[in-house]
Structures are given as C-alpha cells and as structure tokens.
C-alpha cells in the first residue's frame, strides 16, 4: 500500500473583470448549504478539471472565461490545471519553481495505452 495522494488545494473561475474562487484546507473539506446554492455545479466543475468533457451551463458561469485547478501531490509537487469553461485542452502549470512557472499543453482527448 501508498502513502501517496492528491489535494485539491484550489479553485478559480476568472473572466475579463471577475473572478471567484474557492480555496481548500488540507484534510477533510464539506461544502453544504441550501438547494440551488451551487454544490452540484462545484463537484461537476472539479470533474470537468479532471478531464470531464462539459461544464453545465448555468447563468452565474456567463461571466467567467477560464477555470484554474490547483492540486498537490503528496511527495511536494504542486500543480495547476487552466481550462477555458467552453472545454477544450489543458494548460498544466508547475508550481513547484516560483522563479519559472513554465506550462504545458495537454490534449483534452488521451490514449489509454500511452
């Protein structure tokens, strides 16, 4: 057995002149609140980064162009995953050297047997 895991560490919608963002704490994190606040979406949204293919439209995502998931990896690595919302591929940043945050382009479509 391993001792590895993944932390969603954060959670950012962003448009021309808005961004929303939610961040996570490590350990257990619990999203609750009344019907029709947004839990579902959220979850769809986290789906979505992970390589889901859509994104529900709902009236509150119209002004936000672009959805960035941050993660970290339990030997130290940090990760960030940009995506536009209408789908499409990946930008995978490094955020492990502050000083060159190169990325790199991820095809939205992958072979299991590569």
């Known amino acids: 057995m391993t001792d590895s895991y993944l ?6 919608f962003s448009g021309p002149s808005d961004q929303s963002k939610l961040d996570f704490v490590p350990g257990v994190n619990v999203i609750c609140g009344a019907s029709d606040t947004g839990k579902s979406f959220l979850a769809e949204s986290i789906d ?4 889901g ?4 439209e709902i009236p509150e995502r119209d002004k936000f162009g672009n959805i960035e998931l941050e993660l970290a990896v339990s030997n130290g690595e940090n990760w960030r ?14 955020l ?3 000083l060159d945050q190169s990325s790199v ?10």
């Open 105 to 114: 382009k991820l095809k939205q479509a992958h072979g299991h047997d590569r």
């Open 48 to 51: 979505f980064m992970l390589g």
């Open 7 to 12: 932390q969603l560490r954060r959670l950012v």
């Open 53 to 56: 293919s859509s994104l529900r």
């Open 96 to 98: 492990n050297n502050p």
């Open 81 to 94: 995953f940009n995506r536009a919302t209408s789908g499409g591929d990946f930008i995978l940043v490094d």
